[in-house]
């Protein structure tokens, strides 16, 4: 039986993860710097992620699908790497797939000389735990930002020490990329500080050691509609602000990739060229990365 099915291009996938939390099936992850299509049984083939890819590296082709074939889908996989076959198992394991899951073990174990990669370290790791730093991959699919975690915090309090209140460094209202307007008096001649609504509360230094000094818009990557006129204002803060410098603020989820995306496409628009700083932030509230490109 013939259906239609997702395909993705990996030479012009960017792996900026903006299709991954538009496919409700929970077949996409970004994994190893490319989105991939780890479980062809979830696909429904309706390509609600398409028009999410920046890159039109995702299209729909009509092809043999059905019956579902795991043994065929590990034999496609295996050459992409150890990580997209964890992936693909976990998500037949959370999908109650258990017949498939066992299947796909058995062709791992039975092609062991075939593998750049040891299968008994794939079974730990799908049924064993998720190590800290990368504890908000999601078993499931979707978005690895949607992982429910809890977050520990080392014993450090000094009951009796003085809380001091910080003050707060934000020079301008509304923030927000849908209420602001990019030719304002406060955004001109600044350095910009566009962040991931998340960002300030993961951060406790958001105030003194990132914001401080500098204009300020807020956005989500994942949830905000109308996307397309952050691009327009951006561009707008650039040529008609002429802000001197951006530095976009993210959170370590895959999904928040795409307002550094945004950023991209508006330079790309701009008449002039501004610095771009990157800052990657982490659930426990550290800089996990932190470069200009």
């Given at each position: 039986?013939?259906?239609?099915?997702?395909?993705i291009?990996?030479?012009?996938?960017?792996?900026c993860?903006?299709?991954?939390?538009?496919?409700?099936?929970?077949?996409?992850?970004?994994?190893?710097?490319?989105?991939?299509?780890?479980?062809?049984?979830m696909?429904?083939?309706?390509?609600?992620?398409?028009?999410?890819?920046?890159?039109?590296?995702?299209?729909?082709?009509?092809?043999?699908?059905?019956?579902?074939?795991?043994?065929?889908?590990?034999?496609?996989?295996?050459?992409?790497?150890?990580?997209t076959?964890v992936?693909?198992?976990?998500?037949?394991?959370?999908?109650g797939?258990?017949?498939?899951?066992?299947?796909?073990?058995?062709?791992?174990?039975?092609?062991?000389?075939?593998?750049?990669?040891n299968?008994?370290?794939?079974?730990?790791?799908?049924?064993?735990?998720?190590?800290?730093?990368?504890?908000y991959?999601?078993?499931?699919?979707?978005?690895?930002?949607?992982?429910?975690?809890?977050?520990?915090?080392?014993?450090?309090?000094?009951?009796?020490?003085?809380?001091?209140?910080?003050?707060?460094?934000?020079?301008?209202?509304?923030v927000?990329?849908?209420?602001?307007?990019?030719?304002?008096?406060?955004f001109?001649?600044?350095?910009?500080?566009?962040?991931?609504?998340?960002?300030?509360?993961s951060m406790?230094?958001?105030?003194?050691?990132?914001?401080?000094?500098?204009?300020?818009?807020?956005?989500?990557?994942k949830?905000?509609?109308?996307?397309?006129?952050?691009?327009?204002?951006?561009?707008?803060?650039?040529?008609?602000?002429?802000?001197?410098?951006?530095?976009?603020?993210?959170?370590?989820?895959?999904?928040?990739?795409?307002?550094?995306?945004?950023?991209?496409?508006?330079?790309?628009?701009?008449s002039?060229?501004?610095?771009?700083?990157?800052?990657?932030?982490?659930?426990n509230?550290e800089?996990?990365?932190?470069?200009?490109?």
């Amino acid at each position: 039986m013939k259906r239609e099915i997702l395909k993705i291009d990996e030479e012009l996938c960017n792996g900026c993860g903006r299709c991954v939390p538009n496919c409700h099936e929970g077949a996409l992850q970004v994994i190893d710097g490319k989105v991939r299509l780890i479980s062809e049984l979830m696909c429904d083939g309706l390509g609600a992620c398409i028009g999410h890819c920046p890159e039109g590296a995702i299209t729909i082709e009509k092809r043999e699908a059905e019956p579902y074939n795991e043994t065929r889908v590990m034999e496609q996989m295996k050459n992409k790497g150890k990580n997209t076959v964890v992936a693909h198992l976990r998500h037949l394991k959370h999908h109650g797939e258990t017949g498939l899951m066992l299947e796909g073990v058995t062709y791992l174990k039975e092609h062991r000389s075939e593998l750049n990669f040891n299968p008994e370290e794939v079974i730990l790791e799908v049924h064993g735990q998720i190590s800290p730093q990368h504890h908000y991959s999601h078993e499931g699919g979707g978005c690895p930002g949607s992982k429910a975690m809890s977050i520990e915090k080392s014993g450090t309090e000094n009951k009796n020490a003085q809380v001091q209140a910080q003050t707060s460094e934000l020079r301008h209202w509304p923030v927000q990329m849908h209420l602001i307007n990019p030719e304002a008096s406060c955004f001109k001649g600044t350095d910009l500080l566009l962040a991931a609504d998340c960002v300030a509360f993961s951060m406790g230094n958001f105030h003194s050691a990132h914001l401080k000094g500098k204009s300020l818009a807020i956005a989500c990557p994942k949830l905000d509609q109308g996307t397309n006129s952050y691009v327009e204002k951006l561009t707008a803060m650039i040529d008609v602000a002429k802000v001197n410098t951006i530095t976009v603020m993210m959170m370590e989820v895959p999904c928040c990739g795409g307002l550094l995306e945004m950023v991209k496409a508006a330079q790309a628009n701009a008449s002039r060229k501004v610095p771009v700083k990157k800052i990657i932030a982490g659930i426990n509230g550290e800089v996990l990365q932190e470069e200009w490109i």
